[in-house]
């Protein structure tokens, strides 16, 4: 179970800054952290669902270094990397407040980053997930279940570790079909 991640006397805002500052100095140190593409395995089942479409848009949140993006981009599927640190993401921003307009997107897709929210951000960021994707477009997740084996500023980077069926419940209010393969977590926004 995740404990409620508060230090007294500092602002949601302040709290976001020092988890913004791990990714940081975790960059600085190791600059290939990101490279990884966690989402390689789910190219098919964004083609599946973008093929009838005649293609459409990806918006990846916590895409790291882009990699997924860059692996699905093609000249019918256009994709935007959302990230709050990694300089290779198409926008530098936090994942509970982004720069698209309503709708923007027919899969929103997240590879091992959900995890690294604080467990008070989880419904903000789900909120803007939502607002971002087009009625009855699609997510793909892959969400870490256990503490994350690197540590920055003395810190654990999954400050949200907690079981498939806690991010089922939380994403109910948002979709239907949901359903977990092992690997991915999908649904349909509502």
């Keep these: 179970m995740s404990k409620k991640v508060e230090i007294e006397g500092l602002t949601k805002d302040e709290q976001r800054m020092l988890e913004r500052n791990k ?3 975790l960059l600085s140190t190791r ?3 990101g490279a990884s593409n966690h989402g390689k395995g789910a190219k098919p089942l964004v ?27 093609n000249s ?9 640190v990694n300089p290779k993401a198409d926008l530098i921003e936090p994942m509970h407040k982004v720069s698209l307009p309503d709708g923007y997107a027919d899969v929103v897709t997240s590879f091992d980053a959900l995890e690294h929210l604080l467990p008070e951000e989880v419904d903000e960021v789900l909120k803007e997930m939502f607002r971002i994707s ?10 870490s279940h256990r503490p994350s084996s690197i540590t920055s500023l003395g810190k654990n980077l999954h400050p949200t570790v907690e ?6 419940d939380k994403l109910k209010q ?4 949901l359903k977990f393969n092992g690997k991915y977590l999908t649904g349909e926004w509502i």
């Design 47 to 73: 083609h599946a669902f973008l093929i009838d479409k005649d293609g459409g848009t990806v918006v990846d949140f916590g895409c790291g270094d882009n990699s997924f993006i860059k692996s699905i981009s």
């Design 163 to 168: 079981p498939m069926e806690w991010w089922m």
């Design 174 to 177: 948002y979709c239907v079909n």
């Design 76 to 84: 019918n599927i256009s994709g935007v990397g959302v990230d709050f």
């Design 31 to 33: 600059p290939s952290y």
């Design 23 to 25: 990714y940081v100095e």
């Design 134 to 143: 087009k009625p009855c477009g699609i997510f793909i997740y892959s969400i």
